[in-house]
């Protein structure tokens, strides 16, 4: 079993800068590539950054140049820094990851940019 808590999130003027934490347990030996998603109100959950196991990276148009994802070397953790934040960056964000046969998700922590 794997278990992934997300922490990090809250309110923040446009402009601003957030970084979120995924902290995973359990069975961490598993985990291989981990991802970032958020969902707004009424969207559907989208990719917003991945990160694998080598450390290669890949982010989603809308936030590229602006979020950075990040793991540690023991896998433990994975980051997301995120600047210039704008309103529509505003949605709950997901930790995910990639286990041998399926994905894991965490709860989510709350994203709100506005001034």
């Known amino acids: 079993q794997v278990q992934l808590v997300e922490s990090g999130g809250g309110l923040v003027q446009p402009g601003g800068s957030l970084r979120l934490s995924c902290a995973a347990s359990?069975?961490?030996?598993?985990?291989?590539?981990m991802d970032w998603y958020r969902q707004a109100p009424g969207m559907q959950r989208e990719l917003v950054a991945r990160?694998?196991?080598?450390?290669?990276?890949n982010y989603a148009d809308s936030v590229k140049g602006r979020f950075t994802i990040s793991r540690d070397a023991a896998k433990k953790m994975v980051f997301l820094q995120m600047n210039s934040l704008q309103p529509e960056d505003t949605a709950v964000y997901y930790c995910?990851?990639?286990?041998?046969?399926?994905?894991?998700w965490g709860r989510g922590t709350q994203v709100t940019v506005s001034s």
């Open positions: 359990g069975s961490i030996y598993e985990i291989g590539t």
């Open positions: 990160v694998n196991s080598v450390g290669d990276t």
């Open positions: 995910n990851a990639h286990l041998a046969s399926r994905t894991q």
